[in-house]
């Protein structure tokens, strides 16, 4: 007999056994709404009930043993309901104690030597387990793992397990693979249907690893093809120039610049020079530690772009920074005869018209600005190149805006905060990456030192020392305000304190996130200006500002920073050619916090910190809270999985490029995951 195959991805969980009109409500709740959503609902963990070793069980493990009953059961109540059926068992060789709380009816139902396996908290030290299942005899269970799924609402895990068991018996069969078979082979990966009967009802512990590592897999490869489609997409179908720059003019120069290139600039300009020169569109991000050596890449590509007969633009976070990149611009470009110019909100009026108007009829060659830049009624005549710094604030949906605006110009991403590969690849893996590894000659490294609260008083002698040669000093806050509830520094006190202590000395300056934007602008200047030589500030000042006269770097309560934001907070200083210093006062509580203090003192490499954090605080925490674009993934873990991580990616690179992908059956699935993933047009496919 035919059997009808039922398309289970749009089926209703209603067409499960079992599964009424009230059930199904809460299951949507939960986001399930057919019966492949029901499937696709991974356990979070299991309980094993396999039998141990008592002598192998860790204190408070749980565990299931069989045994037989030594003592009957004696009870005792303590309060009003409470009650402690207590039962010496014997384990093969040990005799120990087993706990029911609060179920004095199970007084009368054992006898002496009757078989008996139990599953409850191991306590070693009292030889006790308290006891949370039994049942008589010793015959093997089915199961050695049972799943426990999260639940909504009045939904039991129970019954889930319930509603999984009529689903599988129903329309098991309808699972249908999704990888092509190759794909199955080379890896060795469980088919899609028994890899997630595998999960829902697993046999043993190896089983779950292979079914485990085939949605690894699987997970991986779909969001990678999402990210590699857009990225081919991007690169195809929007219309990039080809800038036909003048490698003459070019040479020349570079040639003319102070110093001769490192190795790795030169390695991200010939990238950055390909992107432009091809006739698709470049979406490249460009990570290197603080003081690699950014701005100039990005004036030698804003050079090529003008000699292209392009206009380029560089948009910065912060009107300081617009400032400095204006004039470090201004000095490389403007001797070989490109204008730059500068456009903040603060720049008005007459002013602000005539920039306008300049740069509409190409007079302007290159303009320099905060993001209000590509967003007003700022028109250029040829816009061929935008550079971004510092952008991973922005998730991926701003990146997409900024690439959708104007006249699909090039767009160059910068970074300062070195990205683990594994997050790099996933959070901005649409995007091609450029990667400074290596730092200019000569440069001295910034000296770290961790101490304890109660050594501040020699801090702040050393600090009077440097100030005293002329330097200038942070001190950075976790926090602005005192807080009741955790014991910190907080930058108004810190603030107030220092001021007192350089009373008639130095000029103490606050700075925080709670202040106007022209405030933090005044106080910027002021500190640049070294009319204030000690800066105290909560975390704003961590984006790129250059300020080469300040030596010292003291961050407070430093164990509440992530490893990387305290690498950008120090590469606020060792700008200059004065050797610099950077002191963490922290008084971490465990091993974690005084292994990541000792990790700052020893190593000033940005990539090698970088690894350390993810792996210290996993993928979420990585860029702060806000924005991070990196995505959640149900089975796998970035950092524990990377190198599916690392095959996938290069797996979806290939195929979304070859032809066999857009054509044959065997990827139709796949290609149906780029359509559900809104990426491609249904129409599109055939
Ligand atoms: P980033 O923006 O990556 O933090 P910058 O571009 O501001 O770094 O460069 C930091 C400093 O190093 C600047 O003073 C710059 O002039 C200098 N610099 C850049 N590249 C080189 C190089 N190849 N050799 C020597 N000094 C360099
Ligand atoms: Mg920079």
């Given at each position: 007999m035919l059997r009808k195959v039922?398309?289970?991805?749009?089926?209703?969980?209603?067409?499960?056994?079992?599964?009424?009109?009230?059930?199904?409500?809460?299951?949507?709740?939960?986001?399930?709404?057919s019966v492949m959503d029901l499937f696709e609902h991974f356990p979070y963990r299991y309980e094993d009930y396999r039998l141990k070793d008592l002598a192998e069980v860790a204190h408070d493990e749980r565990v299931t043993v069989e045994g037989v009953?030594?003592?009957?059961?004696?009870?005792?109540?303590?309060?009003?309901?409470?009650?402690?059926?207590?039962?010496?068992?014997?384990?093969?060789?040990?005799?120990?104690?087993?706990?029911?709380?609060?179920?004095?009816?199970?007084?009368?139902?054992?006898?002496?030597?009757?078989?008996?396996?139990?599953?409850?908290?191991?306590?070693?030290?009292?030889?006790?387990?308290?006891?949370?299942?039994?049942?008589?005899?010793?015959?093997?269970?089915?199961?050695?793992?049972?799943?426990?799924?999260?639940?909504?609402?009045?939904?039991?895990?129970?019954?889930?397990?319930?509603?999984?068991?009529?689903?599988f018996k129903e329309f098991g069969n309808d699972i249908t693979e999704i990888l092509p078979d190759y794909m199955l082979k080379e890896y060795k990966l469980m088919n899609r249907r028994d890899a997630l009967r595998s999960l829902h009802f697993p046999l043993s512990d190896q089983?779950?690893?292979?079914?485990?590592?085939?949605?690894?897999?699987?997970?991986?490869?779909?969001?990678?093809?999402?990210?590699?489609?857009?990225?081919?997409?991007?690169?195809?179908?929007?219309m990039g120039s080809t800038q036909k720059y003048d490698l003459q003019k070019l040479k020349g120069f570079i040639d003319c610049l102070p110093f001769p290139l490192t190795h790795a600039q030169k390695r991200v300009v010939n990238e950055i020079l390909a992107d432009m020169k091809s006739p698709y569109r470049m979406n490249r991000l460009l990570q290197g530690d603080v003081g690699s050596g950014k701005t100039v890449v990005s004036a030698i590509a804003l050079f090529a772009a003008h000699s292209a007969g392009y206009q380029g633009a560089l948009m910065v976070p912060t009107e300081i920074l617009a400032e400095q990149h204006s004039a470090s611009l201004m000095e490389m470009l403007e001797p070989h005869g490109v204008t730059t110019a500068l456009l903040t909100s603060s720049v008005k009026g007459k002013k602000r018209r005539e920039i306008l108007e300049r740069l509409a009829n190409g007079e302007i060659h290159i303009l320099i600005g905060t993001h209000a830049l590509i967003q007003e009624e700022v028109n250029f005549q040829k816009l061929g190149l935008v550079i971004t710094d510092e952008q991973h604030r922005f998730g991926v949906e701003q990146r997409r805006i900024l690439r959708e605006k104007g006249e699909s110009p090039d767009v160059l991403f910068m970074?300062?905060?070195?990205?683990?590969?594994?997050?790099?690849?996933?959070?901005?893996?649409?995007?091609?990456?450029s990667i400074i590894d290596e730092m200019p000659a000569g440069r001295k490294a910034i000296e770290t030192y961790w101490t304890k609260h109660d050594t501040l008083d020699r801090v702040l002698g050393?600090?009077?020392?440097?100030?005293?040669?002329?330097?200038?000093?942070?001190?950075?806050?976790?926090?602005?305000?005192?807080?009741?509830?955790?014991?910190?520094?907080?930058?108004?006190?810190?603030?107030?304190a220092l001021t007192q202590y350089f009373q008639n000395r130095f000029h103490v300056g606050l700075m925080h996130g709670k202040l106007h934007s022209s405030e933090?602008?005044?106080?910027?200047?002021?500190?640049?200006?070294?009319?204030?030589?000690?800066?105290v500030s909560t975390t704003v000042v961590e984006v790129g500002v250059n300020v080469p006269n300040a030596t010292l770097m003291v961050i407070y309560d430093a164990e509440r920073f992530g490893l990387s934001q305290l690498h950008q907070l120090r590469g606020r200083v060792g700008r200059g050619s004065d050797q610099s210093y950077c002191i963490l006062?922290?008084?971490?509580?465990?091993?974690?916090?005084?292994?990541?203090m000792k990790i700052?003192?020893?190593?000033?490499?940005?990539?090698?910190?970088?690894?350390?954090?993810?792996?210290?605080?996993g993928p979420g925490d990585f860029f702060g809270k806000k924005q991070s674009g990196v995505p959640e993934f149900k089975m796998a873990d970035m950092v524990h999985d990377y190198r599916a991580l690392e095959v996938a990616r290069n797996d979806a690179a290939s195929l979304v490029n070859s032809e066999a992908f857009w054509k044959e059956d065997q990827f139709k699935y796949l290609r149906e995951s780029l359509v559900k993933a809104g990426v491609l047009s249904g129409e599109k496919l055939d």
């Open positions: 039922n398309d289970i991805n749009i089926l209703p969980v209603t067409s499960v056994k079992g599964i009424g009109g009230e059930t199904a409500l809460a299951l949507n709740d939960m986001g399930i709404h009953v030594h003592s009957l059961p004696s009870l005792t109540y303590f309060g009003r309901k409470k009650s402690k059926l207590t039962i010496r068992i014997l384990v093969g060789r040990y005799l120990i104690t087993g706990v029911f709380f609060n179920q004095p009816y199970l007084k009368n139902k054992f006898a002496i030597n009757q078989e008996i396996t139990v599953t409850g908290k191991w306590d070693k030290h009292r030889q006790t387990i308290t006891i949370s299942e039994h049942k008589a005899g010793t015959e093997k269970r089915t199961n050695e793992f049972e799943p426990v799924y999260t639940v909504k609402g009045d939904l039991t895990v129970k019954g889930f397990r319930r509603y999984l068991a009529a689903a089983d779950l690893k292979h079914s485990r590592r085939r949605f690894v897999y699987e997970e991986f490869l779909l969001f990678q093809l999402k990210m590699q489609a857009i990225r081919k997409v991007q690169r195809e179908q929007s970074t300062a905060t070195p990205i683990p590969r594994t997050l790099a690849i996933t959070a901005f893996g649409e995007m091609d990456v050393f600090m009077e020392k440097e100030l005293r040669q002329g330097r200038q000093a942070y001190v950075i806050c976790p926090l602005i305000e005192e807080s009741e509830k955790l014991d910190l520094q907080n930058a108004l006190d810190v603030h107030a933090k602008d005044l106080v910027m200047r002021e500190f640049s200006e070294n009319n204030i030589q000690v800066l006062i922290a008084d971490p509580k465990n091993e974690v916090g005084k292994e990541r700052m003192s020893e190593t000033n490499d940005g990539f090698v910190l970088s690894e350390k954090d993810l792996e210290l605080r």
